[in-house]
């Protein structure tokens, strides 16, 4: 696997845990930090619900916003200026 690759799961891992650890699902989070060999270090970017869940409602905000009246003015000024970009 190329080195690249392995950072990238590497890191995947670390917030997987942080947000397990931020759920307070703490014997989860133990136990894939111990099945996963997942590094101990801190987050580059510590977001209160974990960076995998600020990511997540962000994306899903945009995704929803493709298919659903009901998504906020933020997503649909992005899915706006993606159009325009693409016309």
Same mark, same amino acid.
């Given at each position: 696997?190329?080195?690249?690759?392995?950072?990238?799961?590497?890191?995947?891992?670390?917030?997987?845990?942080?947000?397990?650890?931020?759920?307070?699902?703490? #014997?989860?989070?133990?136990?894939?930090?111990? +099945?996963?060999?997942? *590094?101990?270090?801190? %987050?580059?970017?510590?977001?209160?619900?974990?960076?995998?869940?600020?990511?997540?409602?962000?994306?899903?905000?945009?995704?929803? #916003?493709?298919?659903?009246?009901?998504?906020? +003015?933020?997503?649909? *000024?992005?899915?706006? %200026?993606?159009?325009?970009?693409?016309?």
């Amino acid at each position: 696997m190329a080195q690249g690759n392995w950072e990238a799961d590497k890191m995947l891992d670390v917030y997987i845990h942080d947000y397990l650890l931020k759920r307070k699902l703490n #014997a989860s989070a133990k136990a894939f930090m111990t +099945e996963g060999k997942v *590094a101990t270090d801190p %987050v580059a970017i510590d977001a209160p619900g974990g960076f995998l869940f600020e990511w997540w409602s962000v994306f899903w905000d945009i995704f929803i #916003a493709r298919t659903n009246e009901k998504h906020s +003015e933020n997503a649909a *000024a992005y899915i706006e %200026v993606t159009l325009l970009s693409h016309d």
